[in-house]
Every structure is written in C-alpha cells, then in structure tokens.
C-alpha cells in the first residue's frame, strides 16, 4: 500500500491518501479524510482500467461541500424524521441538515471528519484501517463513539470494508459508505443502461419528506421490483406516486436474508465494458439511489462535470429512521456491545 499527501486542512492537519492494489489491475484510493474512497480502477472486459466511481482530484473538493462522493458516513446514514429520537426515555434533538431531517450523521458528519489510520502502510496487505471518536453530544448524539472502518483490496477482486464501533452510553449506530458509480467510467454520462438485480422481495415506501411510512410493501408489482435483471432506466420515470416523490429512485430495499454472513444485495452490470459489480452485506437493507438531484454543479477527473443520474449508490444500511419506527430492525448500540457490519463489493467482467 502506497500513501502520498492528499493536501492540508485548514487548521494546519495534514490529510493523506492512500492507495491500495492487487495482482490483477484493480486499485482503491482511500483520503482519511472522511475515510472516503476517492477512486477505485477496475478493468473492462477488454483490460482497460478505468475509475468506477465519482470523485475529486483535490482535496478542496472534498472541503467545499459534496454530496457524499465515496464518504464513510455517520453516525447514523440516511434519514431521521424531524431530526429527533427518543432512546431509554431520553428525547434527543439532532442536527437539521435536510429540510426538517437529520441526514447522514449531521452537518459535520463522518464524511467531513479527518480520521486516524492506525496500520503499518508498508505492509505487504493491501488493507487501510482508520479510526475516529465521535465525542458525547457530536451532532447531538448521546455518547462517546468509537468507530473504526477497515478497507481491504482482494486478489479476488472485492473491496472489503469492515465497520467496528462501541460507546459508553446508549446510543444509536448506522454506518455505511455512499459511492456512486459508473460501471461505464464516472465521465461516460448517465448510468440508465446499467441493468440491475436487488435481492428483495420488499422496500419501504416514503412519505413527501423522503421518510419511511412505516410500511413493508411488496415490490410486487411497482417500479420497485428488481429481482430479475432490469434496466435502471427502464422504468425509473413512471407515473408512479414513490418515483415522483424521489425524483427517481431513492428507497430501501428489505434484503432477503438467510445467513449472518455477507449476503447478496445487489447486482449490477454495464452491457458496454461487460463489468459486473455484486454487492455483498450482514446489513438488512440497501438504499438504492440513483444520482437524482446531481446537477453538473460538480467536476471530477479532467473537470468532467457529474450531471443528474451520472452515477448510483448502494449504500448497504439498517433502514432510514429506524429509531422512530419499532417495526424496524434496531440500530441501538448499548455500553459492552460492539457494532460490527461488513459490506464487499465484489468486480468481474462479461464478454
């Protein structure tokens, strides 16, 4: 693992970057700030690597605001309702980031966050661990927070990232990573014509606010139903009530389970470069979205402008306002026990 300067914050800290490569052309770049994944070059199927996911050169980039290109994202990813919870009796009032909601851990969450790393990068292992503590009160969440995410690059060709966390207090815990990608390359246009399998026979529907109902629908019938390989595009701007609210699809999707080891969430492949990418998690859900509000605002690689659906993010995750819905698999982590999740992004090609 190589690692090289990434730039300097404004407080004087310096932010590094970390690249990670295996036997067969694939390679992650890694910024501790943030613990965000900032490139990751995968071959087609005719040997041409190529960036699969949108990013930034610099990191001032990443320091004028983004809307969570690769970042590690906490402590709690997706949406809270109202910005509020009430754990052990105890109401608590979070950050209000997105409209009346608490999105992605707050104003200043993990993403925006300088990490330590804590291994030896002149290992032969292509792995990067980085810590961070979350202070009582950070973001208006109870409790000291521990966090630790793990990047392994396989010769297998699977980016690993394994999540560790444990508080001193009651808290609530939702950690996950929100890459776009771009199977195609981030600079190719719109990701429509990636075609996609989703390993659930249900998703939670939303309300105007982008906040789950409470329900458990069947995809059965809806726009939602991805468990045969389907176009994104092929029926993302039907006249239907959920893609109108979302502008496209922004939803979770309840996995269907069988194992607590890494099981299948998604699949997705690009006819033209014949990249496969399956997406592996222990987490019940995954929010699929599909890049509906960038707008061009933003410049990667050689000033390539991201534009509306430029780019799509599995982010694997206990469902969206967990703490407010009882029916939902819980997110509470309590003193003595250790958050653990793992999700894999596992790459190949097709002819």
């Known amino acids: 693992m190589r690692k090289r300067p990434f730039g300097t914050l404004p407080d004087g800290r310096r932010v590094g970057l970390f690249v990670l490569e ?129 990047f392994t690059l396989t010769d297998a060709d699977e980016l690993r990232i394994d999540y560790l966390a444990t508080t001193d207090r009651p808290t609530i815990v939702n950690l996950t990573n929100h890459s776009y990608f771009n199977l195609a390359d981030p600079g190719s246009g719109c990701i429509l014509n990636h075609e996609i399998v989703i390993n659930a026979d249900r998703f939670t529907p939303v309300n105007a606010d ?7 629908r069947p995809v059965d019938g809806t726009p939602m139903d991805f468990r045969r390989m389907t176009p994104i595009g092929s029926r993302i701007d039907d006249d239907d009530e959920q893609l109108r609210l979302s502008n496209g699809y922004d939803h979770n999707w309840v996995l269907n389970r069988s194992s607590e080891e890494p099981t299948l969430a998604a699949k997705v ?9 399956e997406v592996l998690t ?19 690689e050689a000033g390539r402008p991201y534009g509306r659906r430029s780019g799509f993010c599995l982010e ?25 999740s793992t999700t894999i992004y596992r790459f190949r090609v097709e002819p």
């Open 269 to 277: 492949h690009e006819p033209k470069s014949g990249r496969v990418l």
């Open 22 to 150: 295996n036997s067969n052309g694939c390679s992650a770049s890694v910024t501790d700030f943030g613990a965000t994944v900032t490139s990751l070059v995968v071959p087609d199927n005719r040997g041409r690597p190529s960036d699969i996911v949108l990013g930034f050169d610099t990191l001032d980039s990443y320091l004028a605001g983004h809307p969570y290109l690769g970042s590690t994202i906490g402590r709690f990813g997706n949406r809270i309702a109202d910005g509020r919870f009430t754990l052990d009796g105890h109401d608590y009032h979070l950050a209000r980031n997105n409209g009346p909601n608490h999105l992605h851990g707050g104003v200043i969450g993990f993403g925006m966050n300088l990490w330590r790393a804590t291994k030896d990068t002149s290992s032969d292992v292509q792995q990067l661990e980085l810590t961070h503590i979350s202070p009582d009160g950070d973001e208006g969440y109870p409790g000291r927070l521990e966090a630790s995410v793990t």
């Open 282 to 300: 222990t987490e019940p859900g995954v929010q699929f979205y599909t890049g509906n509000f960038l707008d061009g605002s933003f410049f990667g």
């Open 210 to 216: 982008l906040i789950p109902t409470g329900e458990i």
């Open 316 to 340: 694997t995750q206990h469902f969206p306002d967990s703490p407010n819905q009882p029916d939902f698999p819980s997110t509470i982590l309590r003193p003595g026990e250790t958050y653990r």
